[in-house]
């Protein structure tokens, strides 16, 4: 036997109260002095032996009335037992909905079926039942009301995300564990998928604690599959993407399955249009991926979904995958020239316009990217924001007031790159740009200029604008400014082959900042002319002009968190899922901050575009979500695996119309208290009756 | 000066022994009032003459014989006799303290003897007084002299019991001194030895004294009324009782009924009289029913 509130049971020293309060009675008498002795002595002699029997009796119940009362408080539970009116059970469902429960099965998905099977669960419940239903992700208050725990199992959303299903069953037996009922039991209806059970030692162990005091009911769905194919990464290869210029996409492939597959077509979509010929894989074994390369165009300015598919297997969530890219007519770069020189070959921009012009003269006018160059005493006339990005180059230094304006600039979005060069005075920049302001996360060495001798770069670790190491192999460095990192959080992009900093990239506000140590002319190395500098100037840019829709993209369960303009801050959004034109649409409000505002949006279960519609904005906004690459492989718990877990959970498998009315039906343990508190009603009549009938003069 | 007489001159004394008497002649004066025939007339008397009925008179008076010869209804008439003697014996024991109310068993008996007294002595009888416990404590031998009433006031006033009771022996040594016959009136609760106690009662009346037994008890000992938990000390050296009285009540007045009744019928089978008083009955009343045996005893 054991009791739900077994502290209760220090009630159980209440029985001495009955026993104190007779031997207090026993102590307090009235003295009277009385003649007729004779008679009293007859009379009690006649009756003593009664009125110690009656004494006792009535003493018995009434310590027996609070020894039960106090058990009953501590509601004891009888194992083994079943049937017992008022006995509770405490329950708790989680249906897994991780992106691999979409997995497709003969009639449904592995969901409907898990459905099917907290349905049956539910009916095998007694009436009273406290049921806290969970899906992977979200767990609802406990309810007695089966009827509502129904409904919300038919709520229980698909979703493209992956589950921690040890977090979720901690989760639900923590709620368990602080309820007060004779049956406690916890069902997981999952497909066993191995990838979400994290390490199976740990599982193993934690599951044992669990079943220690909850039973534990492990239902199984799905059939296993043996090929899945899956999209395991899309990168949109230009880094400018501009109105109605190619851009190629690369595409992983990979196989999941323990099948070869071949003939694999990769097909491409651009807003849910198909573009271009499917890019065909000829043979992917087992566990391999490949690429596939793709060019998309996009027609129109603005947000555009660009989706790579491929022929839909059993596991479909990753057989699509969306990213959304902004097209552009126009990028202008303000270029800033530090040494204009006497010829236009001889000035510090001369490469860097060609570089990001790379056409001839005549069509330069149409080009998407529009370099402008002045001079730093023009500076004053221009107007910052017309700019997608601004080029100080060989700049000796910084006027004060266009320090102020380029901060403002860059925290509202705009993008920095800064070239040495032998004009640049370190002070001016350090003084304004990188303590002042901090929008350089570096400070330039006030040494005299630092000759490196030849010297070459190369890509850094994480490689982030892609260059081709190869490429960056033939280009020679002659000089460079020395970089002092301070506390500023930056990343290097390039490094000089003796692991000096070349390149770093930084985040200030909405913009980005990028700081260059040697000359964008050949005054200190030869890359303007090297092949590898027109990607590079490009790629500067791209990621600059990107960075306005960094964080557009986001798997699915991240919150997405995306900086639009300031003077968007209060106003509200409604966000509509765009495969599901039928859905309901989310509403929200762009909350402010203080160079910008943020949209905020955290139901990002399911995988594809979102269309985000701002009161007072015309053009739409775009993200997309893409499933989590760590569901695609199908790999099941194996029966050995579930053999393990057997030893202390019980396994069920649910099948497609399975009988109902299979779980619950070894519910043993029953909860005593209304039997109980029948005999302590019974106990108090008799104590009632008792004291009444031994109190009547005899 | 003997030591009789400087406790008759204690002013104390004196003011308990009149207030005593003044109650006594208060009672049995108030009682005589109402009634229309002299209480004196009637027991131990002679007769003296014929006297012609009249409406009121005792029909238990008419002389039947001269009815018969002469058809005319005629009343004897007695004369009074002076020698006739009154034996007062007060129980005076401790168990005759206890008193519920204002007033104690001791207390209302002694009120009950002042009255006997007073109203025996003003019918020129005598009267003597024997206070006893375990034995007789106070005496005063009979006299039919009024002045001798203050003296039976101050005794009764000044008595304070201090032992038990043993009735028997006393009423058997009273039955051996009474040389001349007379009334033997026993006032006490009776809470004694039954057996014992009518042995002495047949002891009297083998002796030819008429005897009452005027039993007086307090209202909580007939009514038993106690609650909770009652601790019952014995007045006459008893063990301690401990008790809830309302569990036993009924049994306690089983058996005091029963007692009181086995006492009635025992007295009344050795023609002896019994009168029971309650300490909260007016005295009048004790003393009406008194002369009421003493009229049908006479008649």
Known sequence: ?698 | MDAETRKLLDPRAIARAEALGMNARFIVEGYMAGEHKSPYRGFAIEFAQHREYAPGDDVRHLDWKVQAKTERYYIKQYEQETNFVAHLLLDGSESMKYGSGEISKLEYGKMMAACLAYLILHQRDSVALGIFDEEVQEYLPRSDNRDNLFRIMDRLAGFEPLRGTRLAPVLHGMAGQIKRKGIVIVISDFFDDEEELLQSVQHLRFKGHEVILMQVLDPCEIDFPFTGNVEFEGLEDLPLIRTRPSQIKKSYHREFEEFRERLRADVERHQCHFVGARTDQPLDEVLANYLTFRKSTAG
């Open chain 1, 1 to 698: 036997m054991n009791f739900l509130n077994q502290a209760l049971l220090w009630g159980l020293a209440a029985v001495s109260l009955p026993i104190i309060i007779h031997l207090l009675n026993r102590r307090r008498f009235r003295r009277e002095p009385w003649a007729a002795m004779r008679f009293l002595k007859v009379s009690v002699e006649q009756n003593q032996r009664r009125m110690k029997l009656e004494d006792w009796v009535l003493l018995l119940v009434r310590c027996a009335m609070i020894a039960l009362l106090a058990l009953l408080m501590a509601r004891p539970v009888m194992e083994g037992l079943s049937g017992v009116p008022g006995s509770k059970v405490a329950a708790a469902i989680i249906v897994d909905n991780s992106a691999s429960m979409g997995t497709r099965e003969t009639e449904s998905t592995r969901l409907s079926l898990a459905r099917e099977a907290a349905h049956a669960i539910l009916s095998g419940f007694p009436g009273g039942t406290s049921v806290a239903l969970a899906g992977a992700f979200h767990a609802h208050e406990a309810s007695n009301d089966l009827e509502l725990v129904a409904a919300r199992i038919d709520e229980i959303p698909q979703t493209d995300r992956h589950a921690d299903l040890q977090r979720s069953l901690e989760v639900a037996a923590r709620g368990l564990e602080g309820q007060a009922a004779s049956v406690k039991e916890l069902y997981l209806v999952t497909d066993a998928h191995a990838a979400e059970w994290g390490s199976f030692g740990a599982l193993e162990a934690r599951l044992r604690d669990i079943a220690m005091g909850i039973k534990v009911h492990l239902v199984t769905v799905g059939a296993p599959v043996r090929s899945n194919l899956a999209i395991s990464s899309l990168r949109p290869a230009a880094t400018l993407t501009s109105v109605n210029q190619p851009f190629r996409i690369d595409v992983d492939v990979t196989n999941h399955g323990d099948v070869p597959m071949s003939a694999v077509p990769v097909k491409l979509l651009v807003d849910g249009q198909p573009e271009g010929e499917a890019w065909i894989i000829d043979e992917l074994q087992p566990g391999d991926g490949q690429s596939a390369t793709l060019y998309a165009t996009l027609p129109t300015p603005g947000y555009h979904r660009v989706t790579v598919a491929l022929k839909g297997d059993k596991m479909p969530f990753d057989d699509r995958r969306t990213v959304v890219i902004k097209a552009r007519e126009e990028v202008s770069v303000l270029l800033v020239d530090g040494d204009p020189g006497q010829e236009a070959r001889d000035s510090e921009t001369f490469f860097l316009r060609h570089a990001l012009a790379p056409v001839p003269e005549e069509e330069q006018t149409d080009y998407p990217v529009q370099p402008r160059i002045v001079s730093i005493s023009d500076l004053a006339e221009e107007d910052l924001n017309r700019h997608h990005a601004v080029v100080l180059a060989n700049v000796a230094d910084v006027p004060l007031g266009f320090a102020d304006r380029l901060s403002r600039y860059v925290e509202a979005g705009g993008g920095l790159i800064v070239f040495a060069g032998g004009n640049l005075r370190p002070e001016s920049y350090n003084t304004l740009l990188h303590r002042k302001h901090g929008l350089l996360p570096v400070a330039f060495s006030t040494d005299d200029e630092d000759a490196v001798g030849p010297r070459t770069v190369v890509p850094a670790e994480t490689n982030p604008l892609g260059l081709d190491s190869d490429l960056l192999a033939g280009v020679v460095f002659r000089k460079k400014l020395g970089l002092e990192a301070g506390e500023m959080e930056y990343r290097p992009a390039l490094r000089y082959d003796d692991g000096g900093l070349a390149l770093t990239e930084s985040e200030y506000g909405r913009g980005k900042v990028f700081v260059f140590n040697s000359s964008a002319d050949l005054e200190w190395n030869d890359f303007a002319i090297r092949p590898a500098f027109v990607p590079f100037v490009n790629r500067l840019l791209g990621k600059i002009v990107q960075n306005r829709e960094a964080g557009l993209n986001v798997e699915a369960g991240q919150v997405l968190r995306h900086r639009l303009d300031v003077g968007l801050a209060g106003r509200p959004a409604t966000i509509y899922e765009m495969r599901d034109p039928e859905a309901l649409g989310y509403l929200t409000t762009l909350a402010g901050g203080e160079s910008s505002s943020v949209l905020k949006f955290d139901r990002t279960g399911r995988a594809g575009a979102y269309q985000v519609a701002i009161e007072g904005e015309s053009e739409p906004l775009l993200f997309s979500t893409r499933a989590s690459v760590r569901e695609s492989s199908p790999e099941l718990l194996g029966s050995e695996q579930l053999g393990r877990l057997g030893a202390f959970v019980e396994l069920s498998r649910w099948e497609s119309m399975s009988k109902q009315g299979s779980f619950g039906m070894e519910r043993q343990g029953a909860e005593l208290w209304w039997p109980l508190l029948l005999t302590v009603i019974l106990f108090g009549a008799i104590e009632i009756v008792l004291a009444q009938w031994f109190s009547r003069s005899k």
